[in-house]
């Protein structure tokens, strides 16, 4: 079977572990990268990728239907699958093959679980997110879209974990948390209790060093 195209948007860190990933699978095969923002390519390109300054000209030049969006930060990496299936792309999911993956899970488009990572009996991960080396998504969590999960990190079972939150290396999420949307949980903590949307914390126990500011009230 001949290997289909796929193009990888970003062209840092993140991407070129992302591409190895994929170079390693015999389904898909690399044709470009597309990087709009740096000027500096961190990505070893071999022959026959390029490095696009745009989607458009990526997939004029390549053709490819198949796109993977390699960026570390949450947001962007949310907003670009969100440009790449408006214009009509299919975003792969990027499943490492010394990972073990539950069969009652379900992992979301745009998902990078990487090396040695475990996600555990019905554990539901959104779209966009990255699991990253080592980390273990235990049974019954949910992560949610655009959530970053640390090398390392360990959700114990049951924790929800919102939308665009990063967890960081080596973090232990004790069972039943939850993880309030685009939170920041520092390296090495140990989160025992829940966090509100927007919050920072670390430390071990983890205490909350920033609080998002109240909500306004919506006007009648
Ligand atoms: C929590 C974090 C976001 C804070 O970053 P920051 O705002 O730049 O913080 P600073 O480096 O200025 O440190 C501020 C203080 O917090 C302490 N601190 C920072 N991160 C800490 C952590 N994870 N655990 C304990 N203390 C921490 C610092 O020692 C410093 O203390 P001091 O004021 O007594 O000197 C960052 O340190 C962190 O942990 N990032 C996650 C990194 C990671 O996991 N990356 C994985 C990439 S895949």
Redesign the pocket.
Not at 54 to 61: Q, T, V
Not at 171 to 190: M, P, S
């Given at each position: 079977m001949l290997a289909t195209p796929v193009i990888i948007w970003g062209a840092g860190g993140?991407a070129k572990v992302i591409s190895e990933l994929i170079a390693r699978s015999s389904n898909w095969c690399v044709v470009g990268f597309i990087d709009d923002i740096a000027p500096q390519r961190q990505v070893r390109v071999f022959a026959g990728q390029t490095v696009f300054p745009s989607l458009e000209s990526a997939i004029n030049e390549t053709r490819a239907r198949h796109i993977f969006v390699a960026i570390?930060n949450n947001d962007a990496r949310l907003r670009l699958i969100e440009n790449a299936i408006e214009r009509q792309m299919t975003v792969i999911t990027v499943i490492a093959p010394n990972s073990w993956i539950s069969q009652s899970s379900t992992i979301g488009a745009g998902t990078a679980i990487m090396s040695g990572a475990v996600i555990n009996a019905d554990a539901l991960i959104g779209t966009g997110v990255?699991v990253?080396t080592n980390a273990v998504v235990e049974h019954d969590c949910i992560v949610n879209d655009g959530v970053?999960i640390?090398?390392g990190?360990v959700l114990c079972g049951n924790v929800v974990v919102n939308k665009g939150a990063?967890?960081?290396?080596?973090?232990v999420v004790r069972e039943r948390i939850t993880v309030g949307q685009d939170c920041?949980?520092?390296?090495?903590?140990a989160l025992v209790a829940d966090v509100e949307r927007q919050s920072?914390?670390?430390?071990?126990p983890a205490k909350v060093?920033?609080q998002a500011e109240p909500e306004l009230e919506a006007a009648t």
């Amino acid at each position: 079977m001949l290997a289909t195209p796929v193009i990888i948007w970003g062209a840092g860190g993140h991407a070129k572990v992302i591409s190895e990933l994929i170079a390693r699978s015999s389904n898909w095969c690399v044709v470009g990268f597309i990087d709009d923002i740096a000027p500096q390519r961190q990505v070893r390109v071999f022959a026959g990728q390029t490095v696009f300054p745009s989607l458009e000209s990526a997939i004029n030049e390549t053709r490819a239907r198949h796109i993977f969006v390699a960026i570390g930060n949450n947001d962007a990496r949310l907003r670009l699958i969100e440009n790449a299936i408006e214009r009509q792309m299919t975003v792969i999911t990027v499943i490492a093959p010394n990972s073990w993956i539950s069969q009652s899970s379900t992992i979301g488009a745009g998902t990078a679980i990487m090396s040695g990572a475990v996600i555990n009996a019905d554990a539901l991960i959104g779209t966009g997110v990255i699991v990253n080396t080592n980390a273990v998504v235990e049974h019954d969590c949910i992560v949610n879209d655009g959530v970053s999960i640390g090398p390392g990190a360990v959700l114990c079972g049951n924790v929800v974990v919102n939308k665009g939150a990063f967890i960081g290396a080596g973090c232990v999420v004790r069972e039943r948390i939850t993880v309030g949307q685009d939170c920041i949980i520092g390296c090495g903590a140990a989160l025992v209790a829940d966090v509100e949307r927007q919050s920072i914390a670390y430390g071990v126990p983890a205490k909350v060093v920033v609080q998002a500011e109240p909500e306004l009230e919506a006007a009648t």
